[in-house]
C-alpha cells in the first residue's frame, strides 16, 4: 500500500490517502465479494480564530479500481458516490474532531491576527495579520 502525500495545487493543500476497501456479504464473512483500491484525497482548510490556526478538511475526491471480484462486470464508477457519502458522513467528522488542535500565532507586535486571511501561494502557506 502506499503512503499518504500532501501537496499543494491550484493553491489548494490536498491530503491524499490510499486505502483499501473489502466488501463481505453478511451471510458468510470468510470470503470477500470485492476488493476495492481507492484513492481518498481530502483538501484541506486551514483557519484563524482566537488568534490560533485551525485546520479542517473537506472530501475533494474519491477514486475507486477493481482489485479483485467474484462478481463479474463490477463498474465501481457506481460505488464512488456512495463510499464518498460513507467518508463524508462517518469518517471526516472523526478525521475533524481529532484535527482540533489549536496552532498558536506568535503576537511579537501585538498584530491582530483574528479572521486574517489565509492563502496558498507557491506552496507557501500565507496567513496575514490584520493591521
Known amino acids: 500500500m502506499e503512503t499518504p502525500a500532501v501537496s499543494v495545487q491550484n493553491g489548494k493543500v490536498l491530503v491524499s490517502l490510499p486505502a483499501s476497501i473489502e466488501v463481505f456479504p453478511s451471510d458468510s464473512p470468510q470470503q470477500s465479494l470485492f476488493v476495492l483500491g481507492a484513492d481518498i ?5 486551514p483557519t484563524i480564530a482566537d488568534n490560533k490556526l485551525h485546520i479542517s478538511v473537506t472530501l475533494e475526491r474519491v477514486r475507486l479500481r477493481l482489485a479483485s471480484s467474484l462478481i463479474s ?5 457506481l460505488l464512488e458516490p456512495l463510499i464518498s ?5 462517518a ?7 481529532a484535527l ?13 491576527w483574528e479572521n486574517g486571511p489565509v492563502k496558498v501561494i507557491n506552496n507557501v502557506l500565507l496567513v496575514n495579520a490584520l493591521a
Open 41 to 45: 484525497v481530502l483538501s484541506v482548510q
Open 100 to 112: 482540533k488542535v489549536e496552532i498558536p500565532l506568535p503576537n511579537p507586535l501585538n498584530l491582530n
Open 73 to 77: 462486470n463490477l463498474n465501481v464508477a
Open 85 to 89: 457519502d460513507i467518508l463524508s458522513a
Open 91 to 97: 469518517y471526516l467528522p472523526l478525521i475533524n474532531a
